[in-house]
């Protein structure tokens, strides 16, 4: 069965909860294309607003992160059954501003994996190379230490529908997007090291996402390639026109 497209909007610190409510309500009163899944990560503070708006609308909701203990003592956290509670069906592990300035780590990310999928949360766990990293040819090597150490202990069974998102750093809010054809070779390496950690079907059934500067004027053809499942949008996906503009390129 092919796998059905996801365009998944990031709002990262942006927006009110009044106006992450206003701009949920535009593109789930604004969306046609009902071929392809959709799904918008508000700030923590609006997931319950955003998904109560939302809720008997095609349009999913996302948490940004979690913390991998449920409840407790840890000032600041927001653990998985409260974000399940909320509303979200998924959440973003490990985006590149995550390790960046708040230092996670491949441990960090698997930690959050586990705790995700335990919740009943589905992962959508970002990997990615910086810019010096491909100059130098490391690409592959880094996906793969970042989902190795993500995914360590899980078995094939367990991955609850697990995304990925390749997201090269320095196309990540920069303008610069990857070619259509390096996405897909990334998308191409990924689904034959899921295939070799897990299995084949895993590989096959494993939605992969392509994030960095997506926009609706580059959205064809990325979203065209074979191995491309989808986009993880930033900046493009606060504006309602430009974030549907991108679900309509498919
Ligand atoms: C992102 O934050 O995941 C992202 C891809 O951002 P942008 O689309 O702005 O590059």
Redesign the pocket.
Known sequence: MARRKLIAG?W?MHKTVAESVGLAGQVATELKNRQVDVLVAPTALALAAVASRLAGTPVMVAAQNLFWEDHGAYTGEVGGPLIRAAGASHV?IG???RRQFFGESEKTAGLRVAAALAAGLVPIL?VGEALAEREKDQTEGVLESQLAGALAGMGAAGLGGLIV?Y?PVW?????L?ASPEQANQAHAFIRSWLAYRFDKKVAKATRILY?????PANAAGLLTQSEVDG???????LNVHDFLGIIEAI
Not at 171 to 175: R, S
Not at 211 to 215: F, I, T
């Open positions: 990031n990262k973003i985006h590149s501003e970002c998102a997201e196309a990540i809010g920069t303008g997007n994030g960095g500067s997506v926009k986009a993880l949008v930033g900046g493009a996906s």
